[in-house]
């Protein structure tokens, strides 16, 4: 039985199957001929081939309709492996580049370095030893040649220099007197001087001989440093580097010289 059945189970389900579309066919009133000719369709195929899948409706037909069932998916095949093919995988979606940001690159400016102020250059120092310009002149006196002494005019120089414009080293705590005395002495010139204790000073009484009142109650010797005429005595100026000192004789109490007072 078991061998029957298995054998020709599906000659006995194509013909359960052609019954069922006659019945439906006949009690809906519908068109029993082409239901008929479906299941003669439906039973020659299964003798036909045997392992042929067997088509089921889930829905009768529409009777009076001309139009044929809609197919629906037919029956899973007896034996029939399930579909192995795989899924479709979804493409990767593209990742767009991300955007690459332009950046510029500006060279730093180097610092300026520091420029050294220049060193203060020292002065240059002067290896020349301090010194002063002293002078003697006696020329006012060739102008009042009618009030001097005889004799005297003969002993004087004939341009009225006694000593030229002359440059002296100057010694710590040199005055106008000291300078004087001292280039008088190396000059072998003739001097002459007296203390005054009122003035607490020395006077010069006589250069190169020519003395006071040589030339006029009002003649003497008078001096001016850097063309000052001082109102203290010779002794009492103290000299710088670089001053000049001149010895003047005058005859008119030193209005003739520029020392008037």
Known sequence: MKEFLKKYKWFLAAGVLAAAVLAVAFFSG??????????????????????????????????GDSTAPPATAPAATRGAQPSTAPKPTAAPAATAPAATKSVSIVPAKPEP?????????????????PGCTVSV????????LDRLDDGIAQALPADGWILPPSKVTLQDG????????????????????????MYDSDYVEGIGNLYEFD????????????????SVGSSAV???????????YTCNLGYDVGGGR
């Open 30 to 63: 519908g068109n029993v001929e082409k239901a008929r000719q479906q299941a003669q369709q439906t039973l020659a195929v299964a003798t036909a081939d045997s392992t042929a899948p067997v088509t089921a409706y889930t829905t009768a037909p529409y009777v």
């Open 215 to 230: 030339c006029g109650a009002n003649s003497g010797w008078m001096y001016c440093v850097n063309g000052m005429f001082p």
């Open 113 to 129: 370095k520091p420029t050294a102020a220049p060193k203060p250059t020292a002065a240059p120092v002067s290896t020349e030893a």
């Open 174 to 197: 040199d005055t106008a007197f000291s300078v004087l005395q001292r280039v008088c002495r190396e000059k072998n010139i003739p001097m002459e001087f007296s203390f005054t204790p």
């Open 137 to 144: 002149s006696c020329a006012t006196v060739f102008d009042n």
């Open 238 to 248: 103290t000299l710088q580097s670089g001053d000049t000192v001149e010895w003047r």
